[in-house]
Structures are given as C-alpha cells and as structure tokens.
C-alpha cells in the first residue's frame, strides 16, 4: 500500500519532535544527577623527575590562624568522643582511636587546633570541602583513608611501588656511612649522601627550635638506614611478618633514602615497636609532632603508621 507524501511529511515531522522532547529530557536529568567524587587521575602517579625534586621543596600552606573556639561544637563532641574509643582498622590492623595520627591530620588540615576542639572540626570541614566529600566535620575512617592517600602518594617510593615495580638497591660504593653519634646507641647507619646532608639540617633545625629534643641525645638519631634487599628477605623469612603493614615486602630502605628514627619509646617497648600503645606514645613527643609539623621542609615524608619512619624525597629512588 503506497504512503502519501503529505503523511510521510507529517510522520518524519512528528518523530523529530519526539526526539528533540527525548533529548530536553535526557539533558535536564543528566543536570541533576550529582556528580559522582573525583578520582585521582593516573597523573597522580606520575613519578616526578628528577629536576622537578632537586629544587626547592614546597610546603603545604600556612597553618591557618583560628580560634579553636568557634566552628561546629556537635562535630567538635562527636570527634571528641570517638578520639580514644573509635574502632577501626586503617592499617588492616585493628585499632582503638584516631589519637596517633592525630599530629600529621592536624598538619594536613592546616590547624593548630586540638582534635576535640570546634575550630578542628571547622578545619576538617574545610579539607572535606576542598576533597569533595560530604561535609560534616567529623572524623571518618573515609576522611583518614583518603588524607592517608594524599599524604602517601607524595612519596616516590610509593608513586613507583603504585606501578609493581621494586626499585632496585643502589651500589654499595655511592653509599655514605654516618659519622660518630649519629646512628642510635652507636649503631653503623649507611645513607645516599645527599638523604644525610637533608637530615643533618633538618636535626639542627630542631634542636635548635625546641630544647626539649636536643636534651635527650637520642632524639632524632637513625637506628635504620639501607637495608639491602637481601637483608630484609633473611629478616622477612626469620620473623614471618612481611605484611605489608609492619614489613613491607619490597621495604623503601633498599633505596637508602629512607630512616628510621628515634622519636622516643613508651616503657617496655623499643624504638621501633608497633604495638599500639608504643605508636602512642611516639605521637606525643615533641620529637615527633615537630617532625610531622617541619619534616616536610627539609624533603621528609612519613609512613603515617610508623612515627619513626621518613623518607627524603630529593632523589629518584
């Protein structure tokens, strides 16, 4: 049966309404729909080169002046009360409050605020806001696992781990060895001479700001420098905890740009014990919480489970 020219004018016309009434619709709908939370880009990845990390480094702005006072006080009781009693496992390890990490949340926040006080969770509102992540300023396991994620991926030990590859340990011969006193209890420490220039400055730097680190000889002395990586494997298989969370199982020490350091130890435990109560401790000292507040100008950035353990950054690794 034949069509008109007229009806086949008038159907053509009535489908390209409907199409354009389907896409007015399909427009205004994707308009509302929230946006999903950003994803770090495969940027963030990128290792940086090398001339990018011999310059000057940068810090993380000024902490921002505040009466610790004035935000929000519901936020302010809510992290006040999961402080000490919040259980989670940042680490895969179970644990009993956030008080630990506390010295280098501040940092990241940019207060100087304490934790339980409103102007913290003013603070928190702020980097949830800048993170796009719901806003209430209130201490999450969800706000820790992405600070911890910011703050990781700083370090280009963890950028090249992030692409499974285990940098290989540099020669023995391009290694320096520490001078009198500067390993703890005496003991041998071998760094790349340029990671031992930045300490140095940044231990004289301390010292020089507070008494209270200078007074103990201890402080700040490096009791772990390079490890080779066939030392960490004996140590690995003798103690059976390459976990990944107290051992790592390719360790940024075969770089000899990381170091364990003496930032003090709770009675009964070591300098570099992970016990709970141990990491503590550490957290409180003022050896400690000037490193997670200045270790970064001078090239330094933490593993956030180990306050004794830092990384220069001003070589590839």
């Known amino acids: 049966m034949g069509i008109k020219p007229s009806e086949a004018?008038?159907?053509?016309?009535?489908?390209?309404?409907?199409?354009?009434?389907?896409?007015?619709?399909?427009?205004?709908?994707?308009?509302?729909?929230?946006?999903?939370?950003?994803?770090?880009?495969?940027?963030?990845?990128?290792?940086?080169?090398?001339?990018a990390l011999a310059r000057p480094f940068a810090r993380l702005p000024a902490v921002i002046p505040a009466d610790c006072a004035l935000g929000p006080e519901g936020a302010a009781a809510a992290n006040a009360a999961s402080l000490s009693i919040l259980s989670w496992a940042p680490y895969r390890r179970d644990e009993i409050g956030w008080e630990t990490y506390v010295p280098?949340?501040?940092?990241?926040?940019?207060?100087?605020?304490?934790?339980?006080?409103?102007?913290?969770?003013?603070?928190?509102?702020?980097?949830?806001?800048?993170?796009r992540v719901p806003v209430d300023g209130v201490f999450s396991e969800d706000d820790f696992q992405r600070l911890r994620g910011v703050i990781e991926l700083r370090r280009p030990f963890v950028q090249i781990s992030a692409k499974r590859i285990c940098?290989?340990?540099?020669?023995?011969?391009?290694?320096?060895?520490?001078?009198?006193?500067?390993?703890?209890?005496?003991?041998?420490?071998?760094?790349?001479?340029?990671?031992?220039?930045?300490?140095?400055?940044?231990?004289?730097?301390?010292?020089?700001?507070?008494?209270?680190?200078?007074?103990?000889?201890?402080?700040?002395?490096?009791?772990?420098?390079?490890?080779?990586?066939?030392?960490?494997?004996?140590?690995c298989l003798a103690d059976g905890n390459c976990d990944g969370v107290v051992r790592a199982t390719c360790s940024p020490h075969r770089t000899g740009l990381a170091m364990d350091i003496y930032v003090g130890q709770a009675p009964g435990y070591g300098p570099d014990s992970s016990a709970d109560a141990n990491r503590l401790f550490m957290s409180r000292t003022p050896?400690?919480?000037?490193?997670?507040?200045?270790?970064?100008r001078f090239g330094f950035l933490p593993y956030p489970f180990e306050p004794w353990h830092w990384e220069w950054t001003g070589e590839q690794p």
């Not at 926040?109 to 993170?131: H, I, K, Y």
């Not at 290694?175 to 940044?202: C, D, H, I, Q, T």
């Not at 050896?287 to 970064?296: E, G, P, Q, V």
């Open 104 to 131: 280098l949340i501040a940092h990241e926040l940019r207060t100087a605020c304490p934790p339980q006080s409103p102007g913290f969770a003013a603070a928190l509102e702020r980097w949830e806001q800048a993170q």
């Open 167 to 235: 940098p290989t340990a540099p020669a023995p011969e391009t290694l320096e060895a520490g001078r009198p006193g500067e390993g703890y209890s005496g003991k041998p420490v071998l760094l790349r001479p340029a990671a031992f220039a930045a300490w140095r400055n940044m231990v004289a730097a301390a010292r020089a700001a507070d008494p209270r680190i200078g007074a103990d000889s201890r402080n700040l002395t490096i009791f772990s420098g390079f490890r080779s990586p066939e030392a960490d494997d004996a140590r």
């Open 287 to 296: 050896t400690y919480r000037w490193l997670a507040a200045n270790a970064d």
């Open 9 to 51: 004018l008038r159907f053509l016309g009535g489908l390209a309404a409907v199409v354009i009434v389907l896409g007015l619709i399909a427009l205004r709908v994707t308009r509302c729909t929230p946006a999903p939370a950003p994803v770090p880009p495969p940027a963030a990845l990128a290792i940086p080169p090398a001339t």
